[in-house]
């Protein structure tokens, strides 16, 4: 770079390195996914199914209508290529790619594995769930819970405890995610999930995370050394900056600044991956999970957009500025608009149960957004579409879609969440 990009250049730059300039193939399938999968590097989990489970939706975004049950495949078979781990929080990640993170299993052990921890008090609970699934193979909680239970083991053999000590030894390594039965986790120990080769790469800390820092200002294209790491939450910022400086000197990345993009006042310092492209323009319309590498990173999302977003699951109803668990919307290269989509499944109905424009949204927006959300009902099977009339771009939205209801916005009161675990919450 060596100099200073525009907005919209930056712009460009990011949804091109993301896959959004690619044309949406006709009828994706597993190769698609794939090459997708890859250029993220990583997908994100999360327990919400309002509209779509968020890992279903980045596919969507960029792949259009695809099968669900080829991700399924890919992602919650015995011995898939993928596996979970806390790499951007809790995520898909290549199965190969498990010793990357052997730096943060061990930091995590060091964290909470110690004799002052729940790990250290309840070191028979852990040993006895161990000795199961070394016997028994991958299970699910709720089978180790039940049978100990039955064995009358002590007052301990609790869903909460067992869980627990899965959870600890997931975070640790010694156990991996063997798939899930709905979104319920069946987990094994990691000799038993995964593939030897995975098993037997130990990369080391300084090795991993330059190759982290690489593969984030790739998937990327231009991003600070903030965007860098978060992009799987590395907490030591010396040696991402170490490793930037690594990757500069060897050519893969170009310092510079973009417009707009700020440090104390001054002009913050970007880096350019050698791999991004910059088009010449980007015709991409998209509905994004709030876990998008584009937007999940909320400071880069307002510097990338001028799009200040939260979501509101948490807030309480009557404070909800734009709904449950709106969507950010994407026409060209802007995020132009936000959408709270709910999956009515009894009635086979998409409802927008919310639908604002941000600021210089092109006049085309409603009709493209239009022909989104049909593209969405299709791949979710859902018959038909309401549109409420709570937000600024209900009436548009509603006006190019004439096929559609509409509804009273009852979209203010609490959407249930679905009976799953809840994400995890510790952090590396």
């Not at 600024?392 to 979209?411: V, Y």
């Not at 959407?415 to 995890?424: C, F, G, H, I, Y």
Request: hydrophobic fraction near 45%; charged fraction near 30%; charge should be neutral.
């Amino acid at each position: 770079m060596n100099g200073s990009l525009s907005a919209s250049e930056a712009r460009r730059i990011v949804l091109a390195a993301q896959g959004f300039t690619r044309a949406r193939p006709g009828s994706p399938g597993t190769r698609q996914l794939n090459t997708t999968l890859r250029r993220m590097h990583t997908l994100q989990i999360d327990s919400v199914n309002v509209f779509a489970r968020s890992h279903y939706l980045p596919l969507f975004s960029r792949l259009g209508a695809y099968d669900p049950k080829a991700l399924d495949r890919l992602l919650f078979a015995r011995r898939a290529p993928y596996v979970e781990y806390w790499a951007h929080v809790a995520a898909f990640i290549p199965a190969e790619d498990w010793g990357l993170f052997r730096f943060r299993m061990d930091d995590l052990r060091a964290k909470y594995g110690g004799d002052d921890t729940w790990f250290g008090r309840n070191r028979e609970t852990v040993e006895w769930v161990r000795s199961e699934l070394a016997e028994r193979g991958p299970l699910r909680p709720a089978q180790i819970e039940r049978d100990a239970k039955r064995e009358a083991r002590g007052p301990w053999w609790d869903w909460d405890v067992v869980k627990e000590a899965l959870e600890h030894l997931w975070m640790f390594g010694e156990v991996a995610i063997a798939g899930r039965r709905g979104f319920e986790r069946t987990y094994g120990l990691a000799a038993d999930v995964l593939p030897p080769a995975a098993l037997e790469t130990s990369v080391p800390r300084d090795d991993a995370i330059r190759e982290l820092v690489r593969r984030a200002a790739r998937a990327y294209g231009v991003a600070t050394a903030s965007d860098i790491a978060d992009y799987w939450r590395i907490r030591d910022r010396p040696r991402v900056v170490a490793a930037i400086r690594t990757l500069e000197d060897a050519g893969e990345l170009t310092p510079g600044t973009v417009e707009g993009w700020t440090t104390a006042g001054r002009p913050a310092k970007a880096w350019l991956h050698r791999d991004a492209a910059i088009p010449r323009r980007v015709d991409a319309t998209a509905i994004l999970t709030p876990f998008d590498p584009v937007v999940w990173f909320r400071d880069r999302a307002e510097r990338l957009f001028d799009f200040a977003y939260r979501i509101e699951i948490y807030t309480p109803a009557p404070k909800r500025r734009y709904g449950y668990y709106s969507l950010p919307v994407l026409v060209g290269d802007d995020l132009v608009g936000r959408v709270d989509l709910k999956a009515d499944r009894a009635a086979s109905t998409l409802l927008v149960q919310s639908a604002w424009w941000e600021h210089g949204a092109p006049p085309h927006a409603a009709e493209r957004l239009a022909e989104e959300l049909r593209a969405a009902a299709r791949w979710q099977e859902l018959e038909s579409i309401s549109v409420s009339r709570w937000g600024d771009a209900t009436d548009a939205l509603a006006a190019a879609l004439p096929e559609a209801a509409r509804h009273e916005a009852g979209s203010r009161e609490p959407v249930a969440l679905a009976p799953d675990e809840p994400t995890a919450s510790v952090e590396a």
